[in-house]
Structures are given as structure tokens and as C-alpha cells.
């Protein structure tokens, strides 16, 4: 007899979309690109939501930069659903990095230049 308390399915790895646009001004950019960040993360949110791919997971500001952050089953179909929110946003340069999997040494990741 097999004990199915202890079948559980293995969850699937979490890939990852992370986008990484160059702000204007200092460390952490001008306040009219903090809007426009803002407002595009919030509106891929709900596109990616819409799509069922994963979820948008935050930002982050410093370096002169500013990164989206979004995970999910497919880094692939996520960055699909993203692309044309993030490519209207103005800043450059720009780059999105697909990872794989979860975060490891070994992990497969690809970079896509807006």
C-alpha cells in the first residue's frame, strides 16, 4: 500500500524576468521616472495577472537604475506577456535578463537588450 501523504508533487522550479532600465539624475533617478516606473510596473502587473504567467514582484531603485521584477513557471511566456510594457518604457539602455530556473550557479539565463 502506498502512503500518499508522502506523494507530494515536486513544485516546478521559479524562473524569473528581471528588467534593468538606466535612470537619468542621480543614484535613484528623477521623480517623473519613478512615475513612469511605477505606472508600467503596475500595468504589466495586470497583463501578466490577466495571462495567468506569474506575477509581478517589485521594483527596486539605486545605482542609476531602476529593476522590475516578475516570476513564474516560464521565464519564456512571462517575458512574452511583459515585452511590449517594458520596451514603451524610455529609458536606455535597457536589458531583460530571463533566468531558468531557480536561483543557482549552474541556472540557465538569457539577456535580451531593449
Known amino acids: 500500500m502506498q502512503d500518499t501523504l508522502f506523494d507530494l508533487p515536486e513544485t516546478p522550479p ?4 528581471t528588467a534593468h532600465f538606466q535612470l537619468g539624475g542621480d543614484d535613484l533617478g528623477e521623480p517623473d521616472q519613478w512615475s513612469l ?4 510596473e503596475r500595468l504589466i502587473g495586470v497583463v501578466v495577472a490577466a495571462a495567468g504567467v506569474g ?16 516570476y513564474g513557471p516560464d521565464a519564456h511566456a ?3 506577456v511583459m515585452e511590449s510594457g517594458l520596451r514603451a ?3 536606455r539602455p ?10 543557482a550557479d549552474d541556472v540557465v539565463s538569457e539577456r535580451v537588450d531593449l
Open 14 to 17: 521559479e524562473h524569473a524576468v
Open 37 to 40: 516606473a511605477f505606472e508600467a
Open 55 to 70: 506575477e509581478v514582484d517589485g521594483n527596486e531603485f539605486g545605482g542609476g537604475e531602476v529593476v522590475i521584477f516578475a
Open 78 to 80: 512571462l517575458y512574452q
Open 89 to 91: 518604457l524610455p529609458f
Open 94 to 103: 535597457a536589458h531583460v535578463v530571463l533566468r531558468y530556473g531557480e536561483p
